[in-house]
């Protein structure tokens, strides 16, 4: 019979002590192969949905910023208009309308001075007073009104 030694003892823990690692760290492992396999799979599935969207976001993003344009530039031509009107109307005033209102003063003053007249008789001017926002016709002396 063969006796055991100390030093052989001490080799068969060693050893017993290694596989039970080894077993620990292939669990681990496979562990771990599991969780990339998941995460590989899971950023393909987030890539296959993410790009489409990018690509719609992009579309949107082009059509908002062509749309953009087509605003600026109906304000500018908006702008335009609305500053030749301005000088249409400066233009139009300034032509027409000092002469049309002298034309129109004469008009009144034609139509004042033959409208107040009746057969040769000088119109009266009619005296008023005003009070407080009223207007009061005067009597004259001879107790008529003027």
Do not use: C
């Not at 290694?18 to 990339?36: E, N, Y």
């Not at 590989?40 to 059509?63: E, F, H, M, W, Y």
């Amino acid at each position: 019979m063969h006796t055991v030694s100390g030093g052989e003892v001490a080799g068969i823990l060693v050893a017993v002590f290694w596989a039970i690692l080894v077993s620990f760290l292939a669990v681990a492992l496979a562990r771990v192969a599991q969780t990339l396999k998941a995460t590989t799979k899971l950023v393909a599935d987030v890539t296959d949905q993410a790009v489409p969207l990018l690509a719609d976001a992009s579309t949107a993003v082009r059509s908002a910023q062509t749309q953009i344009d087509r605003v600026d530039s109906i304000a500018s031509d908006v702008q335009e208009v609305t500053s030749n009107a301005s000088a249409l109307s400066t233009t139009v005033a300034s032509t027409f309308g000092g002469p049309l209102v002298k034309v129109a003063a004469f008009g009144y003053g034609v139509r004042r001075a033959l409208g107040g007249r009746k057969e040769d008789v000088p119109a009266k001017a009619s005296r008023r007073t005003v009070i407080v926002g009223r207007t009061v016709t005067r009597r004259s002396a001879r107790g008529k009104r003027d």
